[in-house]
């Protein structure tokens, strides 16, 4: 599996996001890395919770800055934000009954879902930063 990659055209011009978005992007790209090298589960999950602990900082700190900046479609981000979190909490649940197979499953919809929620569902805010 490939890494993902940020870049320029993905920020919002807003300095702590994009570098919460770049810090995201390492730590996806640490969980790519580890399946790719078969590593073991519990370092895998590791960096997961890691992951999601960031992630949930991240998130919260977005949405209260889209708040202050009284940015009108911030109810349907929060709701990508938790489906997010839902989506991945089910994959870590599925993950006790067979772990290679979800690991691969769960590391590709959090890098597409990462990719695809940095350059185009987060873009949409950028005039309000």
């Known amino acids: 599996m490939e890494k993902i990659k940020w870049d320029q055209s993905i920020s919002v011009e807003n300095e702590l996001?994009?570098?919460?978005?770049?810090?995201?992007?390492?730590?996806?790209?640490?969980l790519i890395?580890?399946?790719?090298?078969e590593t073991n589960y519990a370092i895998i999950a590791e960096t997961l919770s890691e992951l999601l602990k960031y992630a949930g900082s991240h998130f919260k700190a977005e949405e209260q800055l889209l708040e202050e900046r009284k940015w009108p479609n911030l109810q349907a981000h929060?709701?990508?934000h938790n489906d997010f979190r839902h989506q991945v909490a089910m994959f870590t649940k599925e993950a006790t009954l067979?772990?290679?197979?979800?690991?691969l499953k769960l590391i590709n919809y959090i890098s597409d879902w990462i990719l695809f929620h940095t350059s185009k569902?987060?873009?949409e805010y950028?005039?309000?930063m």
Not at 17 to 30: A, P, R, T, W
Not at 33 to 37: G, I, M, Q, S, T
Not at 98 to 103: E, H, L, P, S, T
């Open 17 to 30: 996001i994009d570098k919460q978005h770049m810090k995201l992007f390492g730590i996806v790209n640490e």
């Open 126 to 128: 950028k005039d309000y």
């Open 98 to 103: 067979d772990k290679n197979a979800v690991q």
């Open 121 to 123: 569902a987060d873009l």
């Open 78 to 80: 929060k709701k990508l």
């Open 33 to 37: 890395e580890a399946v790719n090298n």
